[in-house]
């Protein structure tokens, strides 16, 4: 059965950021630890004298996938950029499974597994050979058996052989997932993984997701398709000009602002969903 | 939200990251194998060397072997470093596949390390094709130490061409326009370079050509051919060769970004 906190975290007593008493509700995880695996403090990121991102903070659970929603240019890519320790933030602090990521960079790195929006492997390089290069920056030692097994797993056992070049883009989004997590990080960061993918890809691809939220990964996800946030995000966070205006479940998130004029002016269908909360709350100005 | 069961994974366990000899091999593997999946692509950067090889036949009784190898050699170390090198960084960046690393525990001068190592194999590939080409087709012979300077001497002169492939990707981004810029670069380096050291182009250009990066490269590798020929002017060469280096691998690093976008 789900649990009800009340609070940021469960146990810290803390008001939700979108608002007092927010109840929202996680699973019970018997055997992982509450430390989250991804923690984002007063987060400020510049360039030059633009600020993308303006003190964020957010926490992602282990068992939990979080959904980063934005309009373009609103800072996910940022926040994510500097999760991964890409961009050097002007201040604020972000750990990952308890490593500081401009400190402890690399181990940092080592307890998240990236999934980038477009697929970027060597593309004269095989199935396998990718395999064994990643499989030995994370200090893995793939022997054949083990490849098979990957690739069964992921439905590829006849495309060892095969160059990445040469694959389907929904092969190419499988493998990129199976690197991800191949060396079973606590933390796992995807850039709109979805785009490009057909339904059939795009449904097995969130099957794949919530399996590894079930074996109790935290995921971060930044993504367009409010309906897929919707239906597989525990929590959402909504940023829009470089700060975070609402975290909450995607439920809580409705019935919060659904009487809000905005959002009643955005509803197209009667029924409010959560993109007519996000238009109502980041405006129906197309971004550039 | 559905009930679920966990899986061990662990926070408080502290990760052990993989040795760095253990990533930097995984790396250099996948750059040789990419590489030589690329093949044509190197082959057709070692084709003009080995052509002038053949095509200066008959100047070789006018400006003897050394001078005709060091030419060939400067050509190859041209072609690695500013036409192949400069390329497929541009290529792999705008891919994203250097973003992919850097999000994983590899050390960023790992993946540049393994890239330039690459480079260091086709120089050494380069550099036996023209003694090879040399020896076979235009019956140029040195001595044994000749042989092994000149080796390693085009080794440590492919370092200012690969500083300058690095300098125009680090101040260019798009691949495209790094392509055309390289090739530009290449053709006035080697088309003034060869003809000015053959003193076509009169003498204030053969003084401008002799300390251009071409022209000192030149210079050294045909003096490292024959050692016992080794001078001052090879010495000033060297010298300045060693500050072209430093210069251009000080701006590409400084100009260099990881991500085109």
């Given at each position: 059965m789900a649990r009800s906190f009340t609070g940021f975290f469960p146990g810290d007593g803390r008001p939700g950021l979108a608002g007092a008493a927010t109840t929202f509700y996680l699973r019970p995880?018997?055997?992982?630890?509450?430390?989250?695996?991804l923690q984002v403090q007063g987060l400020d990121i510049f360039y030059g004298s633009f600020q993308a991102v303006k003190k964020v903070s957010f926490a992602v659970m282990p068992g939990e996938i979080f959904g980063l929603l934005g309009p373009n240019g609103a800072g996910k890519t940022s926040t994510l950029s500097a999760v991964e320790s890409l961009i050097k933030p002007s201040a604020g602090t972000i750990t990952v499974a308890g490593y500081d990521t401009q400190r402890q960079t690399l181990y940092a790195r080592a307890c998240m597994g990236v999934q980038l929006q477009s697929t970027s492997f060597q593309p004269e390089l095989t199935v396998a050979e990718i395999l064994q290069l990643y499989g030995g920056i994370y200090g893995m030692t793939l022997d054949r058996q083990r490849l098979d097994e990957i690739l069964r797993d992921i439905k590829l056992q006849d495309a060892a052989s095969k160059r990445f070049g040469q694959l389907s883009g929904g092969q190419q989004q499988r493998v990129s997932l199976v690197i991800a997590t191949i060396h079973n990080p606590p933390l796992l960061l995807m850039d709109?993984?979805?785009?490009?993918?057909d339904p059939q890809s795009r449904r097995q691809l969130w099957v794949r997701i919530e399996a590894m939220r079930d074996k109790g990964h935290g995921i971060l996800l930044t993504t367009h398709s409010m309906e897929e946030a919707e239906s597989v995000c525990d929590r959402i966070a909504i940023i829009d000009h470089g700060r975070i205006i609402t975290i909450d479940t995607p439920q809580n998130i409705i019935d919060t602002n659904r009487d809000r004029p905005e959002v009643i002016q955005a509803s197209r269908k009667g029924k409010i969903t959560l993109e007519d909360v996000f238009i109502g709350l980041t405006g129906e100005a197309i971004r550039s | 939200m559905s009930n679920t069961t966990t899986a061990p994974i662990t926070l408080t366990n502290p990760r052990t990251l993989s040795s760095t000899r253990s990533v930097f091999a995984s790396l250099l593997r996948a750059d040789l194998t990419t590489q030589w999946r690329n093949r044509r692509a190197t082959v057709m950067v070692f084709i003009l060397p080995v052509i002038i090889l053949f095509a200066w036949k008959p100047l070789i009784k006018a400006f003897g072997g050394p001078f005709i190898l060091a030419n060939c050699i400067t050509i190859g170390l041209n072609a690695v470093g500013i036409m192949g090198y400069s390329n497929s960084i541009a290529r792999d960046r705008d891919k994203g596949i250097f973003q992919r690393l850097r999000?994983?525990?590899?050390?960023?001068w790992t993946i540049m390390v393994s890239r330039l190592t690459v480079q260091l194999v086709l120089i050494s590939i380069m550099t036996l094709f023209v003694f090879i080409g040399g020896y076979q087709y235009d019956h140029i012979a040195l001595t044994a130490g000749g042989y092994v300077a000149s080796f390693f001497t085009s080794l440590a002169c492919g370092a200012v061409y690969l500083a300058l492939g690095q300098a125009i990707v680090g101040r260019i981004t798009n691949p495209e326009t790094v392509n055309a810029t390289s090739r530009l670069i290449y053709l006035a380096l080697i088309l003034i370079g060869m003809f000015g050291s053959l003193g076509m182009l009169g003498n204030a250009m053969n003084k401008i050509v002799d300390y251009s990066p071409y022209g000192t490269v030149k210079t050294i590798v045909t003096h490292a051919l024959v050692p016992s020929t080794w001078n001052a002017d090879a010495n000033l060469a060297l010298l300045i060769t060693l500050g072209y280096t430093v210069v251009f691998a000080y701006l590409g690093i400084k100009w260099f970004k990881w991500n085109s976008r």
């Open positions: 995880m018997s055997n992982t630890s509450q430390q989250p695996v709109e993984p979805t785009t490009g993918l | 999000v994983s525990p590899a050390p960023n």
